[in-house]
């Protein structure tokens, strides 16, 4: 367990990256619904504090905790390179308690209509976590984030209407989720290298330990896109995969046909 708080660092970490525990509490930070909570006047008093640690010009009362504080503020508020504060619903504390309904949508649908709704409104918040929380480089181009965005509609509404034309419909709820699950992470990850595209095209910004702007790094950019792109298709299997796959060993457990009319209730 980490007791002692670590001195500040614009481009350090708070906690132990070494450690798994270390790395949850960094990802819990970053994730925290209280990022949501911060005001467009709280999250401007955080950069100016910020500011002033760089320029060496912080009042004496400021302590390490709440210039760490200030800088959980920026990274879960707004991009990083410009200080362009996120809209609410697409900061990445957002990201989760959003997605519930569209997943329930997605899993539950009893309709092919339904299942079209859930995968377009997914692709729809895609889109704008993404182009909200894209690096820096070249403005990103309306009609290239059009294309985006209707590729990833297309996609994933294609793989949904082709899957519900294969499978049974009295197939197993293991073998029904594989299909969000493809049309999401597929679809996910199209969203996001065409929304991002730029970032391939001229790289990330790259800045040293003390904030020193060094370049643009195509390789940097590269390796940010692999890394979310695995994550859109990670996180997704949990969400889409994990309950098809308790549903269908309930089922042969014949719990569903003695709950009768409650059946709704248990599934």
């Known amino acids: 367990m980490e007791s002692a708080l670590l001195p500040f660092s614009l481009s350090g970490d708070r906690f132990d990256q070494s450690t798994f525990f270390g790395r949850c509490r960094h990802n819990f930070m970053i994730t925290s619904p209280s990022n949501l909570m911060s005001t467009d006047a709280q999250i401007h008093a955080a950069l100016s504090l910020l500011k002033a640690f760089q320029e060496g010009k912080l009042p004496d009362n400021i302590t390490d905790e709440m210039l760490w504080d200030a800088r959980a503020i920026k990274e879960g508020s707004t991009r990083g390179e410009t200080g362009e504060i996120i809209p609410m619903p697409f900061r990445i504390s957002a990201f989760a308690p ?89 679809a996910g990850v199209l969203n996001l290298l065409l929304t991002r595209s730029s970032e391939l095209q001229d790289g990330l910004a790259i800045y040293d330990d003390a904030e020193k702007y060094l370049g643009m790094s195509k390789l940097a950019a590269q390796d940010a896109l692999f890394k979310c792109s695995m994550a859109r298709v990670l996180w997704t299997a949990p969400c889409l995969l994990l309950p098809g796959i308790c549903m269908a060993a309930i089922e042969r457990t014949k719990i569903i046909e003695k709950a009768g009319r409650r059946s709704a209730s248990v599934r």
């Open 98 to 186: 959003v997605n519930v309904p569209i997943c329930f949508l997605m899993l539950q649908g009893h309709t092919l209509g339904a299942k079209l709704l859930g995968q377009w409104a997914n692709q729809t918040y895609n889109v704008g976590v993404n182009y909200c929380n894209r690096g820096e480089g070249e403005p990103l181009e309306m009609s290239q984030l059009a294309a985006s965005y209707t590729l990833a509609v297309v996609s994933s509404i294609g793989v949904v209407y082709l899957g519900q034309k294969l499978i049974p419909k009295n197939a197993s709820g293991a073998l029904a989720s594989i299909v969000p699950f493809t049309a999401v992470s597929g």
